[in-house]
């Protein structure tokens, strides 16, 4: 195995070289994917479309934060240091579209065309009204 003209050459010809060639750089990338050292192109990621960022009414104190991503809703309970998904009672497969925050802890939640969610207890549950 050598390096000649910028293509790597294994020594061999004929048939040998075209089966070994190919299978050579199959092993070196489930090799290379194994120790960790390559990872797969993600699509769209870290571009997710943020629609909605709402705080709690007392933010300041329990550093509450929703927001609405790709037509899913989000909580974060530590000030957006972590996010976690909602989905407990939210059975649609319409994207929500929009998100209020009321007093306390009751949210609305807006779908396109399939309703109005609400939860009494910060969005740990949901019914539609």
Same mark, same amino acid.
């Given at each position: 195995?050598?390096?000649s003209?910028?293509?790597?050459?294994?020594?061999?010809?004929?048939? #040998?070289? #075209?089966?070994?060639?190919?299978?050579?750089?199959?092993?070196?990338?489930?090799?290379?994917?194994?120790?960790?050292?390559?990872?797969?192109?993600? #699509?769209?990621?870290?571009?997710?479309?943020?629609?909605?960022?709402?705080?709690?009414p007392?933010y300041?104190? +329990?550093?509450?934060?929703?927001t609405?991503?790709?037509?899913?809703?989000?909580?974060?309970? +530590?000030?957006? !240091?972590?996010?976690?998904?909602?989905?407990?009672?939210? +059975?649609?497969?319409?994207?929500?579209?929009?998100?209020?925050?009321?007093?306390?802890?009751?949210?609305?939640?807006?779908?396109?065309? !399939?309703?109005?969610?609400?939860? +009494?207890?910060?969005?740990?549950?949901?019914?539609?009204?």
């Open positions: 195995m050598y390096f003209n910028h293509r790597l050459r294994l020594g061999l010809s004929g048939r #040998a070289a #075209a089966v070994v060639g190919p299978l050579l750089w199959i092993f070196l990338s489930l090799l290379l994917t194994m120790a960790g050292s390559f990872l797969p192109a993600q #699509a769209h990621r870290p571009h997710d479309v943020v629609t909605q960022i709402k705080l709690s007392s300041s104190r +329990d550093r509450t934060a929703y609405l991503v790709r037509g899913n809703l989000y909580k974060s309970m +530590d000030g957006g !240091d972590s996010w976690r998904r909602l989905v407990q009672g939210l +059975d649609t497969l319409t994207p929500f579209s929009t998100l209020t925050v009321a007093q306390g802890q009751v949210l609305a939640l807006g779908t396109h065309g !399939d309703g109005i969610f609400r939860s +009494d207890s910060g969005g740990e549950n949901w019914r539609r009204i």
